[in-house]
């Protein structure tokens, strides 16, 4: 009798659970996927169209919003700016961050640990309180409202991440790959250049494109640091305060869909970050 | 000429003293098994010559010539690694040519030597392929090919074949001795499979906490264990060990039964191998708790006065549980240890 209970009690539960799952899942999908599906109904609309109520399922494909964006002054140069500076993020937080992550994943060190956690910690800081110090240090040292500067502010934000990913990836290689290198005739250099480097190139290019979304995005320390060599993200927070609603969602639609594009192309090497396999 | 000469390596690590004092010579050509249980300090070893590790104290000699300051590269071995280590972006091909393309060899003579050794390892129609698409097995095969591919004077392999499932390891066992014999390089084998080390080795060094407990050849090592441990490390089922009180000028009393062994008035230990025991009219007296017939040959499991004793018996014999058996041991094969020094006594 107990077996037959327990046999009708269990696809019940099961049901339930998967009633509870399916319920989360489409929660945070909504979460996140409604605003962005407004966010494209409203840049792809007419003016009149954003101001107006219930809106339509299908965007008008109504470009005026983006053409405008595209015509409008100090545009072109914000969105220069932000590639020049998200690229040398990019190029610095990899150069610095990798061998960190090598050295994390490969040497045993004093205070490893440490080293790690404190890599944390730097994204526990918050930026506001960092601000006035560096303006004033960049005003002394003449780093301030240059590319370069505002790269290294960036390039330390994105700096844990890269020593995050990339110590994921070098610990997935087997240390053998390169024993077996050196005995067959590689130095250390050569070891890294002809084994390990091929194999974790598609890693450190996705860690390179996080850093590189990361750079796009800032906002605030942008905003501080540069003047007349505004970034994208802080150009269009200065203007868009003052302009109808239908330029702020395009505004913020030029922002986001890179970044999502960026994002969704390295998303398994994000989880690698965290330990979850991906391979 | 490819002597190594081990003298008086020690290694740390931290507070953990992983290898005491080691010296070995291992002659040109020679086939050297390290044997041990796991972290016994073989694999360190083998690292140590391999120049993977450093060695805290002691040298190392290749050939006449000292090569623990060097990289690895510049030693002239090649390593056979357990996991394989088969680089998997590049092509069988490529995996054996490494080491060749390194040494800036031109490209016919590479093509050349891989292939050569692809054939000797039966993996040429493998080479197009990626280490993904290969078995256990034919990675194994492509790790030995890229080894030899680079005409080593010395080979040095850590449990190449641990990995690999029981009949295949058979397999590769004696196809692995007879590519090493024809090459003509010294090898170091480090293995905890004793079948492994007494099927290949021309010596076996047994390694237990670090020292070499005996260094000898594979037959030496079974019938002539130098110590208590060898004796009870190798041989399945191992050496049967029992007290023995000394009765004065050579005789000893073992299970209750006279015995005669050499002249100590100390307490000893007697040991016999389970294979070594006949049942007999006089000797001694076994009761019998397990009986396992294995097909060739039956392994009774017995007690002796309280101590545990093992007997490999003809097939034939039929033995129950409970039976009192008489088991006269082989008198050359007897051997007698000192339950203090662990030592064998002559």
Same mark, same amino acid.
């Given at each position: 009798?107990?077996?037959?209970?327990?046999?009708?009690?269990?696809?019940?539960?099961?049901?339930?659970?998967?009633?509870?799952?399916?319920?989360?899942?489409?929660?945070?999908?909504?979460?996140?996927?409604?605003?962005?599906?407004?966010?494209?109904?409203?840049?792809?609309?007419?003016?009149?169209?954003?101001?107006?109520?219930?809106?339509?399922?299908?965007?008008?494909?109504?470009?005026?919003?983006?053409?405008?964006?595209?015509?409008? =002054?100090?545009?072109?140069?914000?969105?220069?700016?932000? &590639?020049?500076?998200?690229?040398?993020?990019?190029?610095?937080?990899?150069?610095?961050?990798?061998?960190?992550?090598?050295?994390?994943?490969?040497?045993?060190?004093?205070?490893?640990?440490?080293?790690? @956690?404190?890599?944390?910690?730097?994204?526990?800081?918050?930026?506001?309180?960092?601000?006035?110090?560096?303006?004033?240090?960049?005003?002394?040292?003449?780093?301030?409202?240059?590319?370069?500067?505002? =790269?290294?502010?960036?390039?330390? @934000?994105?700096?844990?991440?890269?020593?995050?990913?990339?110590?994921?990836?070098?610990?997935?290689?087997? &240390?053998?790959?390169?024993?077996?290198?050196?005995?067959?005739?590689?130095?250390?250099?050569? =070891?890294?250049?002809?084994?390990?480097?091929?194999?974790?190139?598609?890693?450190?290019?996705?860690?390179?494109?996080?850093?590189?979304?990361?750079?796009?995005?800032?906002?605030?320390?942008?905003?501080?640091?540069?003047?007349?060599?505004?970034?994208?993200?802080?150009?269009? @927070?200065?203007?868009?305060?003052?302009?109808?609603?239908?330029?702020?969602?395009?505004?913020?639609?030029? @922002?986001?869909?890179?970044?999502?594009?960026?994002?969704?192309?390295?998303?398994?090497?994000?989880?690698?970050?965290?330990?979850?396999?991906?391979? | 000429?490819?002597?190594?000469?081990?003298?008086?390596?020690?290694?740390?690590?931290?507070?953990?003293?992983?290898?005491?004092?080691?010296?070995?010579?291992?002659?040109?050509?020679?086939?050297?098994?390290?044997?041990?249980?796991?972290?016994?300090?073989?694999?360190?070893?083998?690292?140590?010559?391999?120049?993977?590790?450093?060695?805290?104290?002691? +040298?190392?000699?290749?050939?006449?010539?000292?090569?623990?300051?060097?990289?690895?590269?510049?030693?002239?071995?090649?390593?056979?690694?357990?996991?394989?280590?088969?680089?998997?972006?590049?092509?069988?091909?490529?995996?054996?040519?490494?080491?060749?393309?390194?040494?800036?060899?031109?490209?016919?003579?590479?093509?050349?030597?891989?292939?050569?050794?692809?054939?000797?390892?039966?993996?040429?129609?493998?080479?197009?392929?990626?280490?993904?698409?290969?078995?256990?097995?034919?990675?194994?095969?492509?790790?030995?090919?890229?080894?030899?591919?680079?005409?080593?004077? #010395?080979?040095?392999?850590?449990?190449?074949?641990?990995?690999?499932?029981?009949?295949?390891?058979?397999?590769?066992?004696?196809?692995?001795?007879? #590519?090493?014999?024809?090459?003509?390089?010294?090898?170091?084998?480090?293995?905890?499979?004793?079948?492994?080390?007494?099927?290949?080795?021309?010596?076996?060094?047994?390694?237990?906490?670090?020292?070499?407990?005996?260094?000898?050849?594979?037959? +030496?090592?079974?019938?002539?264990?130098?110590?208590?441990?060898?004796?009870?490390?190798?041989?399945?089922?191992?050496?049967?060990?029992?007290?023995?009180?000394?009765?004065?000028?050579?005789?000893?009393?073992?299970?209750?039964?006279?015995?005669?062994?050499?002249?100590?008035?100390?307490?000893?230990?007697?040991?016999?191998? !389970?294979?070594?025991?006949? !049942?007999?009219?006089?000797?001694?007296?076994?009761?019998?708790?397990?009986?396992?017939?294995?097909?060739?040959?039956?392994?009774?499991?017995?007690?002796?006065?309280?101590?545990?004793?093992?007997?490999?018996?003809?097939?034939?014999?039929? #033995?129950? !549980?409970?039976?009192?058996?008489?088991?006269?041991?082989?008198?050359?094969?007897?051997?007698?240890?000192?339950?203090?020094?662990?030592?064998?006594?002559?």
């Amino acid at each position: 009798m107990t077996s037959v209970t327990t046999d009708v009690a269990a696809p019940d539960a099961r049901k339930a659970g998967k009633f509870v799952y399916v319920t989360a899942v489409v929660l945070l999908c909504a979460w996140v996927l409604v605003p962005i599906y407004f966010l494209l109904i409203n840049t792809l609309s007419s003016p009149d169209t954003v101001n107006s109520f219930p809106k339509p399922f299908w965007p008008e494909f109504d470009l005026g919003s983006l053409t405008f964006f595209a015509g409008f =002054a100090g545009m072109l140069t914000a969105l220069k700016n932000s &590639i020049l500076v998200a690229g040398m993020t990019m190029i610095m937080s990899i150069v610095i961050g990798a061998p960190a992550g090598y050295a994390l994943s490969r040497f045993d060190f004093r205070g490893k640990e440490l080293f790690r @956690l404190l890599i944390l910690l730097t994204r526990a800081f918050p930026l506001p309180l960092l601000a006035l110090p560096l303006a004033v240090m960049f005003i002394q040292t003449g780093l301030d409202d240059t590319v370069f500067g505002l =790269a290294l502010v960036h390039t330390t @934000l994105a700096i844990p991440f890269a020593v995050l990913i990339t110590f994921s990836l070098f610990s997935g290689i087997p &240390i053998e790959l390169e024993e077996a290198a050196w005995t067959l005739g590689c130095t250390r250099l050569t =070891a890294f250049t002809k084994v390990v480097l091929p194999l974790i190139l598609p890693g450190i290019t996705a860690s390179a494109i996080f850093a590189f979304v990361i750079s796009w995005n800032e906002v605030f320390a942008a905003a501080v640091l540069t003047i007349e060599n505004r970034t994208l993200t802080a150009f269009l @927070l200065q203007n868009l305060d003052t302009s109808p609603l239908h330029l702020k969602f395009a505004g913020g639609f030029i @922002l986001v869909v890179p970044a999502l594009i960026f994002i969704f192309a390295v998303r398994k090497y994000l989880f690698a970050m965290w330990g979850i396999a991906n391979r | 000429m490819a002597e190594i000469q081990i003298k008086n390596v020690a290694k740390t690590f931290g507070a953990y003293q992983a290898l005491h004092d080691i010296n070995l010579t291992i002659q040109d050509q020679e086939f050297m098994v390290l044997l041990g249980a796991s972290g016994c300090g073989k694999t360190t070893l083998l690292r140590i010559v391999a120049g993977l590790e450093t060695a805290t104290t002691g +040298e190392v000699w290749i050939g006449g010539r000292r090569i623990d300051h060097l990289p690895p590269k510049d030693r002239g071995i090649a390593m056979v690694f357990q996991n394989y280590a088969v680089f998997p972006h590049l092509t069988v091909f490529e995996n054996i040519g490494f080491g060749l393309r390194m040494q800036k060899l031109p490209n016919d003579e590479v093509k050349r030597r891989v292939e050569r050794t692809a054939e000797l390892m039966h993996i040429e129609q493998l080479l197009k392929r990626y280490s993904g698409e290969l078995s256990g097995g034919q990675r194994q095969r492509v790790a030995v090919a890229r080894a030899l591919a680079m005409e080593p004077d #010395v080979i040095l392999m850590d449990e190449p074949l641990s990995n690999l499932d029981a009949l295949l390891r058979m397999e590769m066992r004696a196809e692995l001795k007879g #590519v090493l014999a024809e090459s003509n390089t010294t090898a170091i084998y480090v293995t905890h499979d004793q079948v492994e080390a007494m099927s290949m080795a021309d010596r076996i060094s047994v390694m237990h906490q670090g020292k070499i407990v005996q260094a000898a050849s594979p037959i +030496e090592v079974y019938r002539n264990p130098a110590a208590e441990f060898v004796a009870g490390f190798i041989g399945n089922p191992p050496m049967n060990f029992l007290p023995a009180t000394p009765s004065g000028n050579g005789k000893w009393t073992v299970g209750g039964q006279d015995m005669n062994g050499p002249v100590s008035s100390e307490t000893l230990k007697f040991a016999i191998r !389970p294979e070594d025991l006949r !049942p007999s009219e006089t000797g001694l007296k076994a009761t019998a708790k397990v009986v396992e017939p294995l097909g060739a040959h039956l392994l009774v499991t017995c007690d002796v006065e309280g101590a545990l004793f093992r007997a490999v018996l003809d097939s034939d014999m039929t #033995v129950k !549980p409970g039976d009192v058996l008489t088991l006269a041991p082989q008198t050359d094969r007897v051997r007698w240890f000192n339950p203090e020094t662990t030592l064998a006594v002559a």
